[in-house]
């Protein structure tokens, strides 16, 4: 999915200057990197926010249209209101289409209603990450990750190292030798997996 921003440049700066941006209906920001000067620019806010709800906002490659110049950045920093729950700024980076860029992509965590830890032993799927650090060139960024927990027992778990990822994207975690679990069965209290719970688990 395509996700374009447009700003224009923001000529103000500071404080008050930001303040007046958001009572006007603007959001302040600024883009940087990619060998060029940083550069600040302001957001229509109500169009942002729409954007900004999107999973896919966090985690793509997003095109920012600057005084009508196209760039591909990422949303790298953003700062939000503690009782308004409105943006109060955004910092986006460019990207280079030869160089890789480091983005934390969410999980999709998929079949959980047949694995048999949960359908036989009445366990839940519990989510140790819900998210996790990818290496890759822009264009091959995934929006998501699927973590299939179709096979998945009581007391079992799923890691890094078992999950498919798309050509040319690799997770940081597992590269660095840190094969993290991801999602388990866990054990719920009373009915069935109280039952499950006096039979040898198999190690994960």
């Known amino acids: 999915m395509a996700i374009e921003i447009n700003a224009v440049k923001r000529d103000a700066k500071g404080t008050s200057a930001s303040r007046r941006l958001r009572h006007a209906g603007s959001v302040p920001g600024v883009v940087y990197g990619g060998g060029k000067d940083a550069f600040p620019l302001e957001i229509n806010a109500k169009e942002l926010f729409l954007q900004f709800r999107h999973e896919a906002f966090h985690a793509s490659v997003l095109t920012l249209i600057l005084d009508g110049k196209?760039?591909?950045?990422?949303?790298r920093d953003f700062q939000m209101h503690p009782v308004r729950n409105t943006i109060q700024h955004v910092d986006f980076q460019r990207v280079s289409a030869t160089e890789k860029i480091?983005?934390?992509?969410?999980?999709?965590?998929?079949?959980?209603?047949?694995?048999?830890?949960v359908k036989?032993?009445?366990?839940?799927?519990?989510?140790?990450?819900t998210e996790a650090d990818v290496s890759c060139l822009a264009k091959d960024l995934p929006e998501f990750i699927e973590v299939d927990v179709a096979t998945l027992e009581i007391g079992h778990s799923i890691h890094l190292s078992?999950?498919?990822?798309?050509?040319?994207?690799?997770f940081v975690?597992?590269?660095h030798g840190d094969d993290a679990a991801v999602?388990?069965?866990?054990?719920?209290?009373g009915g069935v997996a109280d039952a499950a719970a006096t039979v040898e688990t198999p190690a994960a």
């Open 102 to 117: 480091h983005v934390k992509v969410p999980f999709h965590f998929i079949n959980a209603d047949v694995a048999p830890g």
């Open 120 to 129: 036989l032993g009445g366990g839940i799927v519990a989510h140790v990450l």
């Open 70 to 75: 196209k760039e591909s950045v990422l949303l």
């Open 173 to 175: 975690q597992l590269a």
């Open 162 to 170: 078992q999950i498919k990822l798309p050509k040319g994207v690799e």
């Open 183 to 189: 999602a388990s069965i866990a054990k719920t209290r």
